[in-house]
């Protein structure tokens, strides 16, 4: 490993400079999803069902649309951003001829990834709360979540991204990846209720499944055994992912 | 020496992008890599400067294998890419403050050392105005203010000029110049010759990955070819009846229908082509023999020549 920190953090000072000049326009809409939510639900779905894992619809889906949040803003980020950097911008290259080491770049959009799940993730969070949704203090939990959500998603994002050459493939990642988690993540309905054992088993390889566990307990406000193998998932998989992306990095920017 | 290049090669698959080259920069010249399209110039640079690293061979910079610390050898120079790359949304000045924080650089120092690039490459009228509407040329040399920012011992610039206007070229000349007498080592690429015979110390002429010469450019000049140059058209069918009984040395290039020849004395040449044409008197140039001539010889003439 070889990353200096400081020289990570510059490539993520890059990214925050851009992101704040337009920050009232990039932050806006994270404000917006979570309503149309709540109005859709609200006056729609939430009419027909009215009750959902022993708690109203809403209750139950707002913890995991808080994990969805922090999938998206990571995800957006390490697909198309990171990509547009990395092949029309040549950011990169030009980093290249300084200090910074291909780690280190890893590292600040890795950094920068989590930060922006954090800004969406923390608005979703924001509205929820202030309509009722999130039970505090104990939903206050889900912080330390939603940074994991994001880190984890900026893994598999940039280990994908590394290895495209060609920017229309991220269709592909978001309609067939982002989206069937989206779906059959734990959000929506309750797993455990729906499917078999043996499903149930395979769907733990499902990577937005462990942060909407742990999300969901934090608003409960109840632990237990699995959210270790769930924190454990998390660690494990970004860290092979990230080993990977070294490898990919390296080879993108040093041939 | 500033950079030592020992027999280094660079494969891209079956490609042989450079070719056993040996380079020595000293410190404080101003060295030219010339050569053809493809002849490897950017690469050898991407591997001074530790990003392409050589299928064989050395790289020492400032003394240390770019191979062991990279980092250390990149604080100390600055690179201006082939190609720009700004931020076209921010701004010169936005532009220079993230660049300088890559270097670790922090404010008052940071700023001040805006300042300092903002004068010295007359970027002060369009400061704050976002690069994607600037000139090329403003952009250009913004590219470079980047590369200067960590005040760099060694300044490599790939093609600093191609593209710019004459004044801005002749501007930029006398800031390498003035870099130069401040003690700060140059190793620049170029495509133009004039710009090679008038900067640099030093140039290494390279194709096909290899060097094929290098010295002083005047040397290079006497060395193959000759002080003074006849250049004029002639039908190839014409030379050799045209030329028959020349007995003085020279040597001659020929690129379509434009014929030169080069020798130390022009007056004999010129006498015997009057003599030939028989008072129809045919446009002929005489000039110094450059180093574009020196090129044209060592590389070829032909669009084939590079690739
Ligand atoms: N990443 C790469 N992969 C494969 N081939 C490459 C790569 N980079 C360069 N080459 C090849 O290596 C050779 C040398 O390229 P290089 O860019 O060093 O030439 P150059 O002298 O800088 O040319 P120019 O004057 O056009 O900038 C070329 O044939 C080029 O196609
Ligand atoms: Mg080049």
């Known amino acids: ?255 | 020496m500033i950079v030592e290049v020992s027999s280094v090669s660079k494969r891209f698959g079956l490609r042989l992008a450079v070719d056993d080259l040996s380079l020595e920069v000293p410190s404080g010249v101003c060295f030219g890599l010339l050569g053809p399209n493809g002849a490897g110039k950017t690469t050898t640079l991407r591997m001074i400067y530790g990003v392409t690293r050589p299928s064989s061979g050395t790289i020492r910079v400032f003394g240390i294998d770019i191979a062991r610390d990279p980092r250390t050898v990149r604080s100390r120079l600055g690179v201006t890419l082939q190609q720009n790359v700004l931020i076209e949304a921010l701004s010169p000045e936005e532009n220079l403050r993230v660049f300088g924080r890559y270097h670790l650089l922090r404010e008052p120092e940071l700023s001040r050392r805006i300042g300092e690039l903002i004068a010295f490459l007359e970027l002060s009228s369009h400061a704050t105005v976002p690069v994607k509407h600037l000139s090329g040329g403003f952009q250009r040399r913004l590219a470079i203010a980047l590369s200067m920012m960590n005040r760099p011992e060694l300044l490599i610039l790939d093609e600093p000029t191609t593209g710019l206007d004459p004044a801005v070229r002749l501007a930029l000349w006398s800031r390498i110049r003035e870099l130069q007498a401040g003690g700060t080592t140059v190793l620049l690429t170029t495509h133009y010759m004039d710009e090679a015979q008038r900067l640099c110390d030093h140039v290494a002429i390279i194709s096909g990955g290899k060097v094929i010469d290098e010295g002083k450019p005047s040397d290079l000049i006497v060395n193959h070819l000759a002080r003074e140059t006849v250049e004029f058209d002639c039908a190839p069918e014409e030379e050799s009846a045209m030329l028959n009984g020349v007995s003085f040395p020279s040597h001659r290039l020929r690129v379509g229908r434009r014929l030169m020849i080069y020798l130390d004395d022009a007056t004999l040449l010129i006498n015997h082509i009057r003599h030939y044409d028989q008072g129809d008197r045919r446009a002929l140039v005489v000039r110094p023999t450059n180093l574009e001539d020196v090129f044209l010889a060592l590389t070829g003439t032909s669009l084939e020549g590079g690739q």
């Not at chain 1, 992101?19 to 009232?24: D, S, V």
């Not at chain 1, 009215?50 to 889906?61: P, V």
């Not at chain 1, 979703?124 to 979540?145: E, K």
């Not at chain 1, 592909?172 to 309905?189: E, K, N, R």
């Open chain 1, 1 to 255: 490993m070889n990353i200096s920190p400081s020289h990570a953090f510059s490539v993520w000072r890059r990214n925050a400079v851009l992101y704040r000049r337009t920050w009232m326009w990039n932050i806006l809409p994270n404000f917006f999803e979570p309503v149309f939510y709540l109005l859709s639900i609200g006056i729609g779905v939430g009419a027909y069902i009215t009750q959902m894992g022993g708690m109203s619809y809403m209750e139950f889906l707002a913890p995991g649309l808080v994990c969805v949040a922090a999938m998206n803003g990571a995800s957006f980020e390490v697909t198309y951003n990171f990509f547009v950097r990395l092949s029309y911008q040549k950011a990169y290259d030009a980093m290249l001829t300084t200090p910074i080491e291909p780690d280190d770049v890893l590292a600040g959009e890795v950094l920068w990834a989590i930060t922006r799940a954090c800004i969406y993730g923390g608005c979703f969070f924001a509205v929820i709360a202030l309509v009722g949704l999130a039970p505090l203090p104990s939903a206050l939990w889900v912080f330390p979540v939603i940074p994991l959500a994001g880190l984890l998603f900026a893994a598999i994002g940039i280990a994908f991204s590394l290895r495209i050459s060609n920017i229309d493939l991220f269709s592909f990642y978001f309609t067939l990846f982002l989206t069937p988690l989206f779906l059959f993540s734990d959000v929506f309905f309750p797993l455990h209720e729906r499917l078999s054992e043996g499903w149930l088993w395979v769907a733990e390889v499902l990577p937005l499944l462990h942060p909407v566990r742990l999300a969901r307990a934090a608003f409960r406000g109840e632990a237990s055994l699995i959210l270790l193998w769930d924190l454990a998932y998390i660690l494990a998989v970004t860290m092979l992912l990230l080993v990977w992306a070294r490898r990919g990095i390296r080879k993108r920017l040093m041939n």
